[in-house]
């Protein structure tokens, strides 16, 4: 691999997008010497970028944000795709597979508010703005007072609404706001103990063809193995939950002590009634405890636990 071949990096157009592909792009480049020049972005229109009228859960999930990548690395456009792991189906396409990781950044989400210093903090009635049923979910079970509302965008969208006062406050994952430069809108950051991020959160995921061992080789450098252990812990409990958009599911993975810590949350979308589970174990079992976790709250509900 001395040679500088050129890797086309596919990523979606937001923000956020770019500046994971650009970190992804950047990190080759300091692994392997080569120039940028080697490693163009290829930006990518998703189905998932155009819908901003609706929740994802009622236009088709989180596929919306990765088929029009996967098309191009199925035809061969694309090298590699770049994507937020909280973004992935739990099934991928036939001929894709996630080669890993980057080092996961901080997977807490953040309160943003102009007026209140916590979610504590809001007086009866206000609005809290988000995309996201888990944190709708979770926001309901601390404050069943408070109006919850679908706010779509990216987060300088997002934050621009709450600028104009169209919500009293949001949840914004604190990973994406670091990688954007934007931590000086934080009001509160949320500790995990008390609210649970998604399945994901805070890592990059970088898909590429099965059968590409080229690329898988290019990659190995700058993938992380504790964050790929994390996420395979995470990503079969959501397996296990059948989990989408469409599902409010928590869930965490750390390394404690050199063994692995799972901890998964399933919640009634109205956040009345909430299961959890958690799991502890070597780092060679984390695809085991993930789903030893998922089959134990999937026992434990209701059959009509998911339903608003």
Same mark, same amino acid.
């Given at each position: ?21 650009? #970190?992804?792009?950047?990190?080759? +480049? ?61 099934? !991928?396409?036939? @001929?894709? +597979? ?67 006062? #169209? ?14 430069? !934007? ?12 609210? !649970? ?8 995921? +970088? ?5 590409? #061992? ?56 109205? @956040?009345? #009634? ?12 984390? +695809? ?21």
């Amino acid at each position: 691999m001395a040679s500088s071949p050129t890797l086309v990096i596919g990523t979606r157009g937001s923000p956020l997008a770019l500046a994971q592909a650009h #970190e992804t792009q950047d990190r080759l +480049v300091a692994a392997h010497g080569w120039t940028v020049e080697h490693l163009p972005l290829s930006i990518i229109k998703t189905t998932g970028d155009a819908i901003q009228d609706r929740p994802l859960s009622e236009a088709g999930g989180k596929g919306l944000f990765t088929k029009e990548l996967d098309i191009a690395l199925l035809e061969g456009s694309i090298d590699l795709a770049v994507h937020s792991a909280k973004d992935l189906p739990t099934t !991928l396409p036939e @001929g894709i +597979v996630i080669a890993g990781f980057l080092p996961r950044e901080d997977v807490r989400d953040a309160f943003i508010s102009h007026r209140y210093k916590s979610i504590a903090d809001l007086p009866q009635g206000a609005v809290v703005g988000s995309a996201s049923l888990r944190r709708q979910a979770q926001i309901r079970r601390l404050r069943p007072d408070l109006q919850v509302t679908l706010l779509r965008g990216n987060v300088q969208t997002r934050l621009a609404k709450l600028e104009r006062g #169209e919500v009293d406050a949001t949840l914004l994952a604190m990973a994406g706001l670091r990688r954007l430069g !934007l931590t000086d809108h934080v009001t509160t950051m949320l500790e995990t103990d008390d609210f !649970l991020p998604a399945v994901g959160q805070g890592a990059i995921a +970088v898909a590429i063809r099965a059968e590409d #061992e080229r690329v898988r080789e290019v990659l190995q450098p700058i993938l992380d193995a504790p964050t790929g252990q994390a996420l395979a812990a995470e990503r079969a409990f959501l397996t296990i939950l059948d989990g989408s958009c469409r599902t409010p599911i928590a869930g965490h993975a750390r390394l404690v002590g050199g063994e692995l810590e799972f901890r998964g949350l399933v919640l009634r979308p109205d @956040g009345s #009634e909430s299961l959890e589970a958690l799991r502890r174990g070597s780092l060679g079992d984390a +695809v085991a405890l993930g789903r030893d976790a998922g089959s134990e709250l999937r026992a434990r509900m209701p059959p009509d636990f998911l339903k608003a």
